[in-house]
């Protein structure tokens, strides 16, 4: 066993945990976030896609101890105050989530997007979350709930 | 062997150490894309795991004018977000920004794609083609091997791949890499091409270094595509010329393998993709 501290949606864990234990099994298993999923557990499917240290990984892929002293936001981080994230309602709203299984990982990714791009054109959120696989949508509502996220954000700043 | 023992390397010296300690029970993570993997599937259990991730030296992209450094833990993302890759390294740039997704390239490393030793590694080609030099630290001392000879003597058990290095091309130079993956996220490298040309005055190249990914065992440098490039223009004979070269080296290499069919046809397109971009390109980069 082996000690860890991590930030999980800005609550602080001290943890020990198995040297094998993978990211997302302490995410999942061990720290109760379950709303990150794993889909194929080798990195083609983003299905339990977090956001580590400001950019998007696959949990599957990062060991735990790995996320020793990481920050680390999961998709039960991205609601404030019982409010969903703009990002979440401009998905329900455009009716981009079906059997929903890979919009955790999905809304991360368009987070992950839209904090270092504002203002991304269509082929720029494609290329955005590219690496999160959905076999329901064909991806087109992603890119209207996208669009309509990037006003839902405006509205809220003014 | 069971994993039972776990470090976050603070500093190469430290990681160094643990090496000289460990030897064939460690193994070194970085990005985690591929060993995280191999682990699940039990295809290696080393009983240490040492993570580098968190070692500032290992991130840096170093230019120091003559040479560009770049760190074993360089991920792919930070060498596509980095604006010196945008012009005659054009080459390096295509292949890191068709790496997987964006979540593999976030985490994956270029010491990790060289490490891995995958005859599909994206990074490869186009740094073969610049000529780099692998740089391996271990507490005897450093070792410094050429990319293109390293598949033939790879990382020890107590060395660190620490950075890789190579010249920077002249103004009069420029680097193409096409790939084809069966699709444009997500895919593995079926074949890749990259290439290093430099034109005189009157377009005739003066120098070329060729390299492919999955045309072999391991990422290779093509010397009879050079030998047959050297001294012409790019045209469509040329062109033609230099894919008749590739096919027969590769007639050989990849003799019995039912890919050979399907690759030898598809390198048509690729070649010619690369060399067509090598001559656009050089007018928008530099010295025409």
């Not at chain 1, 094998?20 to 999942?28: K, Q």
């Not at chain 1, 981009?96 to 991304?120: E, R, W, Y």
């Not at chain 2, 790939?179 to 890749?192: P, Q």
């Not at chain 2, 007639?251 to 070649?271: C, F, H, N």
Request: proline share 2%; with cysteine; net charge negative.
């Amino acid at each position: 066993m082996v000690n860890i501290g991590l930030t999980v949606n800005q609550k602080l864990f001290e943890i020990s945990v198995d040297e094998n234990l993978r990211l997302i099994d302490l995410l999942r298993d061990k720290l109760g976030f379950h709303g990150t999923k794993e889909g194929c557990g080798e990195g083609e499917c983003g299905a339990c896609t977090v956001i580590m240290d400001g950019e998007t990984v696959n949990s599957c892929l990062v060991m735990a101890f790995q996320a020793n002293g990481s920050n680390i936001t999961t998709i039960e981080g991205m609601e404030k105050d019982g409010k969903l994230h703009p990002i979440q309602q401009a998905y329900i709203d455009a009716g981009a989530v079906q059997c929903g299984f890979c919009i955790p990982g999905m809304v991360l990714s368009t987070k992950a997007l839209l904090d270092k791009n504002s203002h991304p054109n269509r082929d720029e959120i494609r290329e955005g979350i590219s690496g999160n696989l959905c076999r329901c949508t064909g991806y087109n509502k992603m890119l209207d709930a996208t669009e309509m996220a990037i006003k839902y954000m405006e509205e809220e700043k003014e | 062997m069971t994993l039972n023992q776990v470090y976050n390397g603070n500093s190469i010296d430290e990681v160094v150490e643990l090496l000289g300690k460990y030897g064939k029970e460690a193994k070194i993570v970085a990005g985690g894309t591929d060993i995280v993997i191999a682990l699940k599937n039990e295809k290696i259990s080393p009983r240490v795991l040492i993570d580098i991730t968190k070692i500032d030296e290992l991130k840096k992209i170093e230019d120091d004018g003559e040479y560009i450094t770049l760190g074993a833990g360089v991920t792919f993302t930070q060498i596509v977000e980095n604006d010196i890759f945008h012009g005659n390294l054009r080459g390096l740039y295509k292949a890191c920004r068709m790496v997987g997704s964006p979540q593999i390239r976030n985490k994956g490393t270029i010491g990790g794609n060289i490490a891995n030793g995958s005859a599909a590694a994206d990074s490869i080609p186009p740094l073969i083609a610049l000529g780099s030099i692998v740089s391996l630290v271990s507490s005897d001392g450093v070792r410094e091997i050429p990319l293109e000879d390293y598949y033939y003597d790879q990382v020890r058990d107590n060395e660190l791949l620490r950075s890789i290095r190579f010249k920077k091309p002249k103004d009069n130079q420029v680097l193409n890499f096409s790939k084809l993956g069966l699709r444009k996220a997500l895919a593995i490298s079926r074949l890749t091409t990259a290439v290093l040309l430099e034109f005189d005055e009157n377009n005739i190249i003066q120098f070329v270094r060729a390299a492919s990914g999955a045309l072999g065992k391991y990422p290779m440098r093509e010397i009879e595509v050079e030998e047959y490039l050297l001294g012409k223009k790019i045209k469509n004979e040329t062109i033609d010329g230099a894919v008749d070269a590739l096919q027969i080296a590769m007639d050989e290499r990849l003799k019995g393998r039912s890919t050979l069919p399907y690759k030898r046809t598809a390198i048509v397109s690729i070649l010619r993709e690369t060399l067509e971009s090598g001559n656009e390109s050089k007018n928008e980069v530099g010295a025409w």
